[in-house]
């Protein structure tokens, strides 16, 4: 059983940068993507950005796009997430997850961390 523990979030204003990591204990042969979704308050859970593990390709969500940047190191199982120029509206829980394509679909993602806060002030 693959356990994914996330760390990093907290409270910061608007235009602050944050780094959250995931760590995994293991890799399983089925997790194609490593990928961070969120959950903010009164909303569906959305895809943030995945990374592959094999190639290091990386996907966003157009919101993130040029200031969210996802990226891995294989030899300590480990993905982080560097968030720069955050907005009020990127408060949410952070999830890392583990999961096979399409990537955006979170049903495809066989494991899933307890999540981290993440929440910016105006």
Same mark, same amino acid.
């Given at each position: 059983?693959?356990?994914?523990?996330?760390?990093?979030?907290?409270?910061? !204003?608007?235009?602050?940068?944050? +780094?959250?990591?995931? @760590? *995994?204990?293991?890799? /399983?042969?089925?997790? =194609? %993507?490593?990928?961070?979704?969120? !959950?903010?308050?009164?909303?569906? +859970?959305?895809?943030? @950005? *995945?990374?592959?593990? /094999?190639?290091?390709? =990386? %996907?966003?969500?157009?919101?993130?796009?040029?200031?969210?940047?996802?990226?891995?190191?294989? @030899?300590?199982?480990?993905?982080?997430?560097?968030?720069?120029?955050?907005?009020?509206?990127?408060?949410?829980?952070?999830?890392?997850?583990?999961?096979? @394509?399409?990537?955006?679909?979170?049903?495809?993602?066989?494991?899933?961390?307890?999540?981290?806060?993440?929440?910016?002030?105006?």
């Amino acid at each position: 059983q693959v356990q994914l523990l996330e760390s990093g979030g907290g409270l910061v !204003q608007a235009g602050a940068s944050l +780094r959250l990591s995931c @760590a *995994a204990s293991e890799r /399983s042969f089925r997790s =194609t %993507y490593m990928s961070w979704f969120r !959950q903010g308050p009164g909303k569906e +859970r959305e895809f943030v @950005a *995945a990374i592959s593990w /094999s190639s290091g390709a =990386t %996907y966003y969500a157009n919101s993130v796009k040029g200031r969210f940047t996802i990226s891995r190191d294989n @030899a300590k199982n480990t993905v982080y997430l560097q968030m720069n120029n955050l907005k009020p509206e990127d408060t949410a829980v952070y999830y890392c997850a583990a999961g096979r @394509a399409p990537y955006w679909v979170d049903r495809n993602y066989d494991y899933w961390g307890q999540g981290t806060q993440v929440t910016v002030s105006s």
